[in-house]
């Protein structure tokens, strides 16, 4: 099968031109289909879990989980709000049995994140 040079436009029948020297490349053959080239997929982590912010999260629980800091830091504004209004308007029990089981739960691997996936240790 003769084919043009890329180079200098002249006919080659192999895989050299002839005149330049140039190597012709070579053609797929007409009945195999093209070569797709895909992106790899992306590596997943454990649907409904984040490891990374465990620590970090039982810290502030223990140390300002009484003014509901540990749930803004996940995103929980809402019960974050209210554990802080009840900490200021009341110092009551209510309060304090909060915090406990947050620091229970976070310990745990049992608390989770305004998503709904829990933090657990890595």
Do not use: H
Not at 30 to 36: D, E, H, L
Not at 83 to 107: F, N, P, Y
């Amino acid at each position: 099968m003769d084919k043009n040079c890329p180079n200098c436009g002249s006919q080659a029948s192999g895989v050299k031109c002839e005149y330049c020297g140039t190597l012709i490349p070579q053609q797929a053959a007409a009945n195999s289909p093209p070569k797709s080239y895909a992106a790899p997929p992306p590596i997943a982590q454990p649907s409904g879990q984040i490891d990374d912010r465990w620590l970090l999260l039982l810290i502030l629980s223990i140390f300002l989980g009484v003014l509901g800091v540990d749930r803004f830091y996940v995103g929980k504004v809402g019960t974050g709000i209210l554990k802080l209004l009840i900490t200021i308007c009341s110092i009551g029990t209510l309060c304090w049995i909060w915090w406990i089981v947050d620091i229970i739960l976070i310990a745990t691997g049992n608390f989770t994140d305004s998503e709904g996936k829990k933090i657990v240790q890595k």
